[in-house]
């Protein structure tokens, strides 16, 4: 790289070393290959949240109304010569925005040198981790806070009491749950649960309800096919019960999500880059410091969207 751009070569080790994390060129190449092996990362990472949140671009990070249309009024037959019936809309809003949030990681040059550069790809495969974390942490904050009983008994989405752990009993009555929301008129808005979400606790029971071929009838004359199975997704998520970090967990609660499209949890991005921006400064950026230092950004919000589109059962009393 130095040869290709003009420059001497140095001979000892040290002084390549500062050659290669300087500000010419080849810190360009290694800052592209950081931001690569960065992406990669952030997109191996698990985001349970894709499988049910609705993805959104901003073009600033002024606040945003969301704005979902209702339709009213059903099709009327148009007798010949008739004239066509007005119909009306109605409109639901949500309120997001997104803001900026990162760090800094600075590698002592002696560490550059002791780890022989490799220090570079664990960098930023640690740094990729902790910007997909960091906007799981913040969608499942959003979730758990319930702001404005968002599930509430009042919109239709939420269930507690001793029968809601989740069983083939209790999933069955939040799927009829979700397929019962209607609009201010009563008319069915044909929405279908796509995606069931649990903490890790219920992991095996929900693997065996949308799993199992059978499921076992204390009565031989009772039909004993699974008629749950493959009827939704499954994710399962830590974050819905880890207290330690976030309020509102539980072990025993459980939801239901239609498909993305259905909104009822909005994930918006400045200008639709939906990964972080990593650069990188070498070893002569501060003449206070000698390390290399990456500075990593993610400009990213959420917020609750369509309470019709989601389910919430709290599995115990």
Do not use: C
């Not at 499942?140 to 599930?151: G, H, W």
């Not at 330690?244 to 994930?267: H, M, N, Q």
């Amino acid at each position: 790289a130095l040869l290709a751009d003009g420059k001497e070569v140095p001979h000892s080790r040290a002084a390549m070393i500062r050659a290669a994390l300087s500000t010419y060129s080849l810190p360009v190449a290694l800052g592209n290959a950081a931001e690569k092996v960065l992406f990669d990362s952030y997109t191996e990472t698990p985001a349970t949240w894709r499988a049910f949140a609705s993805t959104k671009s901003t073009t600033n990070f002024k606040e945003h109304t969301g704005v979902r249309p209702s339709q009213t009024g059903d099709l009327e037959e148009i007798p010949p010569g008739g004239e066509f019936k007005h119909g009306s809309i109605k409109e639901a809003l949500f309120k997001y925005a997104v803001d900026t949030f990162g760090k800094t990681l600075s590698v002592d040059r002696r560490d550059i040198v002791n780890d022989d550069l490799s220090l570079f790809d664990d960098t930023a495969r640690s740094l990729g981790r902790a910007a997909m974390r960091s906007l799981s942490d913040l969608v499942y904050k959003v979730l758990l806070a319930n702001a404005n009983s968002f599930f509430g008994a009042g919109n239709g989405n939420y269930d507690e009491g001793a029968g809601t752990a989740l069983s083939a009993t209790s999933l069955a009555t939040g799927l009829a749950r979700m397929m019962a929301q209607r609009d201010d008129e009563n008319r069915d808005l044909d929405i279908r649960a796509r995606t069931l979400l649990v903490p890790p606790e219920l992991q095996q029971t929900a693997k065996e309800l949308l799993q199992s071929d059978f499921i076992q009838r204390a009565s031989n004359d009772l039909p004993t096919g699974n008629a749950l199975k493959n009827s939704v997704s499954l994710e399962v998520e830590p974050r819905l019960s880890n207290d330690d970090r976030f309020s509102g967990t539980s072990t025993k609660a459980w939801y239901l999500f239609a498909g993305p499209s259905d909104a009822a949890l909005i994930v918006a991005f400045l200008q639709g880059k939906q990964s972080p921006t990593v650069e990188f400064f070498g070893l002569d950026a501060d003449p206070n410091k000698l390390a290399a230092t990456w500075r990593v950004y993610f400009d990213y919000g959420s917020t609750l969207g369509d309470h019709r589109a989601a389910y919430r059962a709290k599995g115990e009393a």
